[in-house]
Antibody, heavy 121, light 110 residues
Framework: QVQLVESGGGVVQPGRSLRLSCAASGSSFRSFAMYWVRQAPGKGLEWVAV????????YYADPVNGRFTISRDNSKNTLYLQMDNLRADDTAIYYC??????????????WGQGTLVTVAS | ELVLTQSPDTLSLSPGERATLSCRASQSVSIAYLAWYQQKPGQAPRLLIH???DRATGIPDRFTASGSGTDFTLTISRLEPEDFAVYYCQQYTASPPRWTFGQGTKVEIK
């Protein structure tokens, strides 16, 4: 059973940067697309970014496109999210998650427990 | 841009009752790419059902999904105490790839 553990959250001022990490257990990390999904306090889920298993393709939600960068290191079983020029409305719990199947990317499971990012002055 | 609208926002029911949750898409979509998730307070979401009606590992058969076109339904046949949670629908669309979530329906104990 794969486990995903996020780290790197915290309080950051508007306009600054932060990098999130997600460590995955197991040997199958390199075979699956990976996602970041966020949830603002008391709100619903919002897809942020996805990266293909080999890193060849990356896609971003419009609100973060050009500010956030998703990447992965398959040799370290680790997913990253570099967040630049942060805004107050980026405040959320950021979940790392995996594609359900290695052969598709339509559905998302499992999920990590999330890391809280707070953007405030 | 696809928008998923879930209704109702809150459903107040008693254990043992049937829950019917709706997810309406702003344009016709394929149920093959639809999923439902459950989220309990303080926990990460977990996948319940994907595709037409495929339950994820460990999900009991009281959870079923149906629908087509723009209207989709998650049904919980008999609510158990552990089913009181927030439920989200999610749709994948291509060109470019996007994963859209509904705003959620909270199922609370009446």
């Amino acid at each position: 059973q794969v486990q995903l553990v996020e780290s790197g959250g915290g309080v950051v001022q508007p306009g600054r940067s932060l990098r999130l990490s997600c460590a995955a257990s197991g040997s199958s990390f390199r075979s699956f697309a990976m996602y970041w999904v966020r949830q603002a306090p008391g709100k619903g889920l919002e897809w942020v970014a996805v990266i293909w298993s080999d890193g060849s393709n990356k896609y971003y939600a419009d609100p973060v496109n050009g500010r956030f960068t998703i990447s992965r290191d398959n040799s370290k079983n680790t997913l990253y999210l570099q967040m630049d020029n942060l805004r107050a409305d980026d405040t959320a719990i950021y979940y790392c998650a995996r594609a359900l199947y290695s052969s598709s990317w339509y559905w998302i499971d499992p999920w990590g427990q999330g890391t809280l990012v707070t953007v405030a002055s | 841009e696809l928008v998923l609208t879930q209704s109702p926002d809150t459903l107040s029911l008693s254990p043992g009752e049937r829950a019917t949750l709706s997810c309406r898409a702003s344009q016709s979509v394929s149920i093959a790419y639809l999923a439902w998730y459950q989220q309990k307070p303080g926990q990460a979401p977990r996948l319940l059902i994907h595709g037409a009606s495929d339950r994820a590992t460990g999900i009991p058969d009281r959870f079923t999904a149906s629908g087509s076109g723009t209207d989709f339904t998650l049904t919980i046949s008999r609510l158990e105490p552990e089913d009181f949670a927030v439920y989200y629908c999610q749709q994948y669309t291509a060109s470019p790839p996007r994963w859209t979530f509904g705003q959620g329906t909270k199922v609370e104990i009446k």
